[in-house]
């Protein structure tokens, strides 16, 4: 059984902490700001501050280049950043949010550029110590990783929601708690293994390739040497996928990325002003959201990986892509009915199952896409290609909400037919999916 592999156990614990920070300047941050007396529209624009994980790809080459002094490429960088974490979430528990809205909104946006960057890290170090071979392997910590960052963004993201509605409890003392919880995901990484990979050999090979180009047999002088670093660092992780897999089957892969969760995003990023609108307390909230969601997913997320190592990534993502459409037609329902817990359970109930099973197709598909020595900056530039709609896009939810007369039910309808352009350009892509399964590159 593959999901004995104690490699699983960390790749789960480090979803964990991938997911946590989104609480920090999502969920918690949008019920904070919502309850301080903010518009719709000005919570919507606020979550721009996560533009950060749609332009992570720009420094992610130096996780490939740049190795810190201890514990390792992936391990030094993934601690070093959950530090900056901390110390950022502790920061923005000290600033007065109301009156100091602006430095609450750098505070923000730089614990998203570090949690960002612990992204690039975790999803490398994911990629590294799951072998090219091992495509069981692969499916199960896409499952693992999804189910970890839903138990730090769901399960642990139900906690400040609880305590919130206890008496004499501060949105800006439970950041404290929220900082006191990342320092102890924090541990785990040292109890990990670094990866180990050729990475070292095969930018050798580049760089030899480019100062072989620049200067032929001569030795390179100072100016031939950086400009070698930044051509392996920044240009051959990008030339690389783009040869690999051609441009044109490279640009419909990224396009597909971008477009397979932006109806997903628009919900998202209003989900708790909906619920708080119509009628949830924070605890039904943190219950239901949260809790319930975390539970959904884990098990789905593992149920997805087993159904993508029986019948392959396009089948899972062409299914998973089907039914977030659909399940975005129940919050439709939802503002119709009004607030009922046991429409709002079976809503969340579906929604955890969809989202579960798309995300697992689609860090597999984004995972077996990426080359070992460049593993970061591949990884990055595709999964910023999927945040994108998440959070800069999605920041002008709270607009078309307003714009639509605060129509929740028309809103929710749009955001399941989003998804309908990338399921046509995932089925362009079926051939291709099963020719990188099975490790060819075909000629189109």
């Known amino acids: 059984m593959c999901y004995k592999d104690k490699r699983l156990l960390f790749i789960f ?57 201890v514990l390792g490429q992936r391990r030094g960088w993934i601690v070093s950043t959950q530090v900056c974490i901390v110390l950022a979430c502790i920061g923005l528990a000290v600033v007065p949010v109301q009156q100091e809205l602006f430095l609450a909104g750098i505070i923000g946006f730089s614990i998203a550029v570090f949690s960002a960057t612990q992204d690039i890290a975790i999803d490398a170090y994911r990629v590294d110590i799951i072998k090219p071979h091992e495509k069981d392997k692969l499916a199960a910590a896409s499952a693992m990783a999804t189910a970890g960052w839903w138990t730090g963004f769901g399960g642990l993201g139900a906690i400040p929601f609880f305590i919130a509605d206890l008496p004499n409890w501060q949105w800006s003392e439970i950041y404290f708690i929220l900082a006191g919880i990342m320092a102890m995901l924090m541990l785990f990484v040292f109890l990990s293994e670094e990866p180990v990979t050729d990475r070292e050999a095969r930018q050798a090979a580049a760089s030899a390739m480019y100062a072989n180009a620049m200067v032929g047999d001569r030795p390179l002088n100072l100016g031939g040497k950086i400009a070698n670093w930044l051509l392996v660092t920044v240009v051959e992780p990008f030339r690389d ?21 932006i109806g997903e995003a628009f919900l998202g990023r209003m989900s708790i002003v909906f619920y708080k609108e119509l009628g949830f307390s924070n605890s039904d909230i943190g219950s239901y959201s949260k809790l319930l969601n975390w539970w959904v997913t884990i098990i789905f997320a593992v149920l997805g990986g087993m159904v993508n190592i029986r019948f392959g990534i396009y089948r899972g993502l062409m299914i998973g892509g089907i039914a977030m459409a659909t399940s975005n037609l129940m919050f439709a329902m939802m503002s119709i009915v009004g607030p009922d817990k046991a429409l709002f359970a079976a809503t969340v109930f579906v929604d955890g199952f969809t989202a579960a099973w798309s995300s697992v197709a689609l860090v597999a598909f984004i995972s077996l896409l990426c080359n070992q020595a460049f593993s970061a900056s591949q990884y990055a530039l595709m999964a910023s290609l999927g945040v994108f709609g998440r959070t ?24 399941a037919v989003m998804v309908i352009p990338s399921l046509i350009f995932l089925w362009t892509l079926k051939d291709h999916i099963y020719a990188l399964e099975r490790r060819e590159y075909p000629q189109s």
């Open 241 to 261: 996928f783009f040869t690999r897999n051609t441009f044109k089957l490279a640009l419909s892969i990224l396009l597909f990325i971008f477009l397979f969760k």
């Open 13 to 69: 614990l480090f979803g964990v902490a991938s997911g946590f920070p989104w609480v920090m300047i999502g969920s918690a941050l949008s019920a904070w700001l919502q309850e301080s007396g903010l518009s719709r529209s000005s919570i919507g624009l606020f979550g721009s501050i996560t533009v950060a994980y749609t332009i992570n790809f720009l420094w992610s080459p130096l996780l490939d280049r740049v190795k810190p002094p």
């Open 392 to 415: 800069l896009m999605a920041s002008g939810s709270g607009f078309l909400v307003d714009w639509m007369g605060g129509n929740w039910a028309a809103f929710f309808v749009l955001t």
